[in-house]
């Protein structure tokens, strides 16, 4: 992973080869097609291990806002120069490529199923509606998140990720008494 890092940062990710790798790593190539099928997923795997996103912790503390925090961290980790390398790497790519499932299996995915642990306990936690298609959230929040970070058409920051959750969110959250819908009523129709 050193050695990958190392020659991404002194020559972008296009310029990774399981060979230069080998080479500056000092084992031969079966070594390193042992962990990895290709240079696209040692190049993820290098990218993503360095600038990680923390899993998000259950605990207490709410659901909604444990994935507003999620969100922040992913929008953070693209803010760096590796996230940039990242984007500049998939965006190049064919979305069958490579480098484009390894990123979607190693990033994408993880954040989506990390994303679906917190919505379902806004659920059970009373949260959320029950009646509500996650999957779809799901396609909502990190869908725009991801269009956005590839297209560059906007900011990607923390402004995006409580604008998104805002709207995306607004109408499937459970209305307390106050706000002039029943709980209980809600509660009874779920």
Avoid: C
């Avoid at 994408?108 to 009373?126: D, H, M, P």
């Avoid at 949260?127 to 999957?135: I, Q, S, T």
């Amino acid at each position: 992973m050193e050695a990958a890092r190392q020659m991404i940062a002194e020559n972008g990710p296009t310029s990774l080869t399981v060979e230069g790798i080998a080479a500056r790593a000092g084992v031969g190539k079966p070594t390193i097609y042992r962990w990895w099928p290709d240079r696209h997923s040692v190049a993820m795997a290098a990218l993503m291990e360095s600038e990680s996103v923390p899993a998000v912790a259950g605990g207490g503390k709410s659901a909604l806002r444990s994935l507003h925090r999620q969100l922040q961290r992913v929008v953070s980790l693209f803010a760096t120069p590796v996230g940039r390398n990242v984007t500049t790497m998939i965006a190049s790519a064919d979305s069958e490529s490579e480098l484009s499932k390894a990123f979607r299996n190693h990033f994408v995915l993880a954040r989506r199923e990390e994303g679906r642990a917190l919505l379902q306990r806004a659920i059970e936690t009373g949260e959320m509606r029950r009646d509500v298609n996650v999957e779809i959230v799901l396609d909502m929040i990190y869908g725009a998140l991801f269009f956005r970070l590839l297209m560059g058409h906007a900011a990607l920051n923390d402004e995006l990720v409580r604008q998104l959750l805002k709207e995306a969110l607004r109408g499937m959250r459970v209305q307390s008494a106050e706000n002039g819908a029943s709980v209980d009523r809600l509660k009874q129709r779920g």
